[in-house]
């Protein structure tokens, strides 16, 4: 770890390194739609709003983030587990939301399951409510 952890845009080269992220991070669920082509369609669709987090060559910390014109989304949004508790996410998490402000919606969702309780932990401390009755969490912007 040399300390120095940038944050640039997610280009789909970054794929192969955030699938894997992923799939050390607790809680975070790989599904359709995740694969290479799904990622690059998601990209392309919201260009310059996703977020991979950087020390020296490794990421370390990853955050897809988009809209459909009407509410922004936020899914993945992973660090490395050497690197949690540092402020990582939630500097992944302000870089998404200034992102997403920029494009006009007012409200960003994201589905965070209920048996990932240290998820559910970093959104309510980051000032994310719960949607009764539903399996998914907001924030007004």
């Known amino acids: 770890m040399s300390g120095k952890i940038e944050i640039r845009e997610f280009s789909i080269n970054d794929y192969d390194a955030a699938i894997e992220l992923w799939q050390r991070v607790e809680g975070l669920e790989i599904a359709e739609g995740d694969d290479r082509e799904g990622v690059a369609q998601f990209l392309a669709r919201n260009p310059g709003l996703s977020r991979v987090a950087t020390d020296g060559s490794a990421i370390v910390g990853v955050a897809l983030s988009g809209h459909d014109g009407r509410r922004g989304h936020i899914y993945h ?21 200034t992102d997403l402000r920029r494009t006009g919606v007012k409200r960003v969702i994201i589905m965070v399951a209920d ?27």
């Open 77 to 97: 949004l992973a660090v490395d587990p050497a690197y949690q508790r540092r402020g990582l996410g939630k500097r992944l998490l302000d870089e998404s939301l």
């Open 115 to 141: 048996d990932n309780p240290s998820g559910c932990q970093f959104w309510r401390r980051c000032g994310w409510e719960d949607i009764p009755g539903a399996i998914s969490m907001g924030i007004d912007l």
